[in-house]
Protein backbone atom coordinates (compact mmCIF):
# COMPACT_ATOMS: atom_id res chain seq x y z
CA UNK A 1 0.00 0.00 0.00
CA UNK A 2 0.95 3.84 -0.47
CA UNK A 3 0.71 5.90 2.39
CA UNK A 4 -0.51 9.11 2.18
CA UNK A 5 0.90 11.84 4.70
CA UNK A 6 -0.37 15.77 4.32
CA UNK A 7 2.04 18.34 4.04
CA UNK A 8 0.62 20.81 6.31
CA UNK A 9 2.80 23.77 5.54
CA UNK A 10 0.18 26.01 3.39
CA UNK A 11 -2.40 25.75 6.59
CA UNK A 12 1.04 27.94 8.17
CA UNK A 13 1.82 30.26 5.48
CA UNK A 14 -2.03 31.41 5.74
CA UNK A 15 -2.25 31.71 9.60
CA UNK A 16 1.45 33.57 8.97
CA UNK A 17 0.40 36.07 6.81
CA UNK A 18 -2.19 37.09 9.21
CA UNK A 19 -0.37 36.71 12.87
CA UNK A 20 -2.33 34.65 15.46
CA UNK A 21 -3.28 31.20 15.73
CA UNK A 22 -5.59 30.76 12.53
CA UNK A 23 -5.72 28.25 10.91
CA UNK A 24 -4.77 26.18 13.96
CA UNK A 25 -2.15 23.72 12.25
CA UNK A 26 -2.83 21.10 14.32
CA UNK A 27 -6.57 21.26 14.17
CA UNK A 28 -5.59 20.70 10.10
CA UNK A 29 -3.61 17.81 11.28
CA UNK A 30 -6.57 16.02 12.99
CA UNK A 31 -9.02 17.04 10.18
CA UNK A 32 -6.42 15.13 7.73
CA UNK A 33 -6.06 12.24 9.89
CA UNK A 34 -9.52 11.84 10.44
CA UNK A 35 -10.32 11.91 6.55
CA UNK A 36 -7.67 9.14 6.82
CA UNK A 37 -4.21 10.55 6.04
CA UNK A 38 -1.58 7.73 7.25
CA UNK A 39 0.27 10.63 8.89
CA UNK A 40 1.67 14.05 8.52
CA UNK A 41 4.65 16.04 6.84
CA UNK A 42 6.39 19.31 7.80
CA UNK A 43 9.05 20.77 6.47
CA UNK A 44 10.22 24.25 8.99
CA UNK A 45 12.99 26.21 7.62
CA UNK A 46 15.16 28.36 8.80
CA UNK A 47 13.46 31.78 8.29
CA UNK A 48 9.74 30.40 10.02
CA UNK A 49 8.10 31.23 6.95
CA UNK A 50 5.43 28.76 7.41
CA UNK A 51 5.82 25.58 9.88
CA UNK A 52 7.63 26.72 13.62
CA UNK A 53 9.67 24.92 16.13
CA UNK A 54 6.71 25.14 18.18
CA UNK A 55 4.56 23.37 15.60
CA UNK A 56 7.10 20.28 15.09
CA UNK A 57 6.00 19.81 18.75
CA UNK A 58 2.97 19.89 18.83
CA UNK A 59 1.94 17.82 15.06
CA UNK A 60 5.00 15.40 16.57
CA UNK A 61 2.91 14.75 19.64
CA UNK A 62 -0.55 14.64 17.85
CA UNK A 63 1.40 11.93 15.89
CA UNK A 64 2.55 10.02 18.54
CA UNK A 65 -0.98 10.51 20.30
CA UNK A 66 -2.71 8.75 17.43
CA UNK A 67 -0.09 6.31 16.50
CA UNK A 68 0.91 7.57 13.00
CA UNK A 69 4.00 8.76 11.11
CA UNK A 70 5.67 12.37 11.48
CA UNK A 71 7.86 12.90 8.79
CA UNK A 72 9.81 16.22 9.26
CA UNK A 73 11.92 17.66 6.09
CA UNK A 74 14.64 20.05 6.15
CA UNK A 75 18.43 20.41 5.26
CA UNK A 76 20.32 18.90 7.58
CA UNK A 77 23.32 21.45 6.83
CA UNK A 78 21.32 24.12 7.48
CA UNK A 79 22.97 26.29 10.77
CA UNK A 80 21.14 26.45 14.25
CA UNK A 81 19.83 30.28 14.49
CA UNK A 82 17.46 31.74 17.23
CA UNK A 83 13.83 30.24 16.86
CA UNK A 84 14.78 26.83 14.27
CA UNK A 85 17.51 24.71 16.59
CA UNK A 86 18.66 22.75 13.46
CA UNK A 87 16.80 19.87 11.89
CA UNK A 88 18.94 16.82 14.25
CA UNK A 89 17.89 19.13 17.41
CA UNK A 90 14.45 19.59 16.10
CA UNK A 91 14.28 15.68 15.31
CA UNK A 92 16.32 14.49 18.90
CA UNK A 93 13.08 16.45 20.69
CA UNK A 94 10.31 15.11 18.78
CA UNK A 95 11.43 11.63 17.40
CA UNK A 96 9.79 11.93 14.40
CA UNK A 97 9.00 8.15 12.27
CA UNK A 98 11.15 9.55 9.19
CA UNK A 99 13.33 12.53 8.54
CA UNK A 100 12.96 13.44 4.97
CA UNK A 101 16.60 15.49 3.88
CA UNK A 102 16.60 18.12 1.38
CA UNK A 103 19.64 19.98 0.03
CA UNK A 104 17.51 23.30 0.26
CA UNK A 105 19.38 26.83 0.75
CA UNK A 106 17.77 29.48 3.28
CA UNK A 107 16.12 31.54 0.78
CA UNK A 108 15.01 29.04 -1.33
CA UNK A 109 11.06 29.12 -2.13
CA UNK A 110 10.26 25.32 -2.52
CA UNK A 111 12.31 21.95 -3.01
CA UNK A 112 13.17 21.63 -6.77
CA UNK A 113 16.61 19.71 -6.90
CA UNK A 114 18.11 16.31 -5.06
CA UNK A 115 21.31 15.87 -3.81
CA UNK A 116 24.75 15.23 -5.81
CA UNK A 117 25.98 12.44 -4.13
CA UNK A 118 29.58 12.76 -5.55
CA UNK A 119 29.75 16.54 -3.37
CA UNK A 120 27.61 15.79 -0.64
CA UNK A 121 28.21 12.08 0.06
CA UNK A 122 30.47 12.00 2.07
CA UNK A 123 29.25 14.82 4.78
CA UNK A 124 25.90 13.48 4.47
CA UNK A 125 26.97 9.88 5.82
CA UNK A 126 27.71 11.04 9.60
CA UNK A 127 24.48 13.13 9.52
CA UNK A 128 22.02 10.08 8.51
CA UNK A 129 23.70 7.80 11.28
CA UNK A 130 22.48 10.43 14.00
CA UNK A 131 19.22 10.62 13.00
CA UNK A 132 19.24 6.92 12.30
CA UNK A 133 20.85 6.73 16.16
CA UNK A 134 17.67 8.32 16.91
CA UNK A 135 15.45 6.06 15.83
CA UNK A 136 14.16 8.05 12.55
CA UNK A 137 13.74 6.53 9.34
CA UNK A 138 16.37 8.66 6.47
CA UNK A 139 14.66 9.19 3.08
CA UNK A 140 16.91 11.75 0.91
CA UNK A 141 15.90 13.89 -1.92
CA UNK A 142 16.77 12.49 -5.40
CA UNK A 143 16.30 13.74 -8.80
CA UNK A 144 14.62 11.61 -11.33
CA UNK A 145 17.12 10.30 -13.94
CA UNK A 146 20.48 10.91 -11.15
CA UNK A 147 22.44 7.74 -12.16
CA UNK A 148 23.91 7.95 -8.76
CA UNK A 149 20.94 7.12 -6.81
CA UNK A 150 22.45 4.27 -5.52
CA UNK A 151 24.48 6.09 -3.74
CA UNK A 152 21.44 7.19 -1.05
CA UNK A 153 22.42 3.37 0.30
CA UNK A 154 26.02 3.83 0.48
CA UNK A 155 26.05 7.21 2.61
CA UNK A 156 23.23 5.43 4.79
CA UNK A 157 19.65 6.02 3.55
CA UNK A 158 16.66 4.36 3.94
CA UNK A 159 14.48 5.45 1.11
CA UNK A 160 14.82 8.39 -1.37
CA UNK A 161 11.77 10.28 -1.99
CA UNK A 162 11.86 11.20 -5.94
CA UNK A 163 11.37 14.82 -6.93
CA UNK A 164 8.41 14.71 -9.18
CA UNK A 165 8.30 18.33 -10.10
CA UNK A 166 9.30 18.06 -13.47
CA UNK A 167 6.89 14.88 -13.90
CA UNK A 168 4.08 17.26 -13.06
CA UNK A 169 5.08 19.90 -15.58
CA UNK A 170 4.86 16.88 -18.09
CA UNK A 171 1.77 15.99 -17.35
CA UNK A 172 0.35 19.36 -17.46
CA UNK A 173 1.66 19.99 -21.03
CA UNK A 174 -0.38 16.69 -21.81
CA UNK A 175 3.51 14.82 -22.69
CA UNK A 176 4.11 12.31 -19.24
CA UNK A 177 5.76 9.43 -20.53
CA UNK A 178 9.26 10.02 -21.06
CA UNK A 179 9.18 11.74 -16.93
CA UNK A 180 7.14 8.97 -16.19
CA UNK A 181 9.12 6.41 -17.85
CA UNK A 182 12.63 7.67 -16.02
CA UNK A 183 10.89 7.93 -12.56
CA UNK A 184 10.18 4.12 -12.91
CA UNK A 185 13.58 3.38 -13.91
CA UNK A 186 14.84 5.30 -11.59
CA UNK A 187 12.20 3.71 -8.59
CA UNK A 188 13.79 0.13 -9.98
CA UNK A 189 17.03 1.95 -9.50
CA UNK A 190 17.28 2.85 -6.48
CA UNK A 191 15.17 -0.60 -5.25
CA UNK A 192 18.09 -2.50 -6.50
CA UNK A 193 20.64 -0.67 -4.41
CA UNK A 194 18.27 -1.94 -1.18
CA UNK A 195 16.65 1.46 -1.01
CA UNK A 196 12.79 2.13 -0.36
CA UNK A 197 11.02 4.91 -2.62
CA UNK A 198 8.99 8.36 -1.62
CA UNK A 199 7.79 10.61 -3.45
CA UNK A 200 6.41 14.35 -3.49
CA UNK A 201 6.32 17.31 -5.41
CA UNK A 202 3.26 18.73 -6.87
CA UNK A 203 1.22 15.34 -7.18
CA UNK A 204 -2.68 16.23 -7.23
CA UNK A 205 -5.50 14.52 -7.69
CA UNK A 206 -5.50 14.89 -11.59
CA UNK A 207 -1.39 13.25 -11.85
CA UNK A 208 -1.39 10.90 -9.37
CA UNK A 209 -3.24 7.70 -10.50
CA UNK A 210 -0.62 7.96 -13.29
CA UNK A 211 2.31 8.15 -11.22
CA UNK A 212 1.32 5.46 -9.28
CA UNK A 213 0.59 2.77 -11.81
CA UNK A 214 3.62 3.58 -13.67
CA UNK A 215 6.41 3.78 -10.63
CA UNK A 216 6.76 0.61 -8.82
CA UNK A 217 6.15 -0.08 -5.09
CA UNK A 218 6.20 3.82 -4.00
CA UNK A 219 5.83 3.47 -0.40
CA UNK A 220 4.84 7.25 0.46
CA UNK A 221 3.68 10.12 -1.66
CA UNK A 222 3.73 13.17 0.62
CA UNK A 223 1.54 16.26 -0.53
CA UNK A 224 0.60 19.41 0.45
CA UNK A 225 0.63 22.47 -1.95
CA UNK A 226 -2.19 20.93 -4.54
CA UNK A 227 -4.20 18.82 -1.67
CA UNK A 228 -4.45 22.20 0.39
CA UNK A 229 -5.36 24.33 -2.91
CA UNK A 230 -7.97 21.63 -3.32
CA UNK A 231 -9.38 22.05 -0.19
CA UNK A 232 -10.05 25.59 -0.35
CA UNK A 233 -12.80 24.18 -3.10
CA UNK A 234 -13.87 20.75 -1.96
CA UNK A 235 -13.10 21.23 1.44
CA UNK A 236 -10.40 19.21 3.77
CA UNK A 237 -11.83 16.04 4.24
CA UNK A 238 -13.69 15.39 1.53
CA UNK A 239 -10.14 15.79 -0.70
CA UNK A 240 -7.80 14.00 1.68
CA UNK A 241 -10.66 10.93 1.52
CA UNK A 242 -10.24 11.47 -2.82
CA UNK A 243 -6.51 11.23 -2.10
CA UNK A 244 -7.08 8.37 0.01
CA UNK A 245 -9.42 6.20 -2.76
CA UNK A 246 -6.78 7.36 -5.16
CA UNK A 247 -3.52 5.09 -3.31
CA UNK A 248 -5.72 2.72 -2.16
CA UNK A 249 -6.24 1.74 -5.78
CA UNK A 250 -2.62 1.93 -6.21
CA UNK A 251 -0.90 -1.17 -6.76
CA UNK A 252 0.17 -2.76 -3.50
CA UNK A 253 3.66 -1.56 -2.60
CA UNK A 254 5.42 -5.34 -2.60
Do not use: W
Request: proline content about 6%.
Amino acid sequence: MTALSVNLNKIAVLRNSRGGRDPDVVAAGVACLDAGAHGLTVHPRPDGRHIRTDDVHALGALCAARGVEFNVEGNPFAAPRPGYPGLLALCEAVRPAQVTLVPDGDGQLTSDHGFDFARDGAALRPLIAAFKALGCRVSVFVDVGDPAVGQAAAVGADRVELYTGPYAAAYAAGTPETALAAAADTARRAQSAGLQVNAGHDLSQANLAAFLAAVPNVREVSIGHALIGEALYAGLDATVRAYRRIVDAARPAG
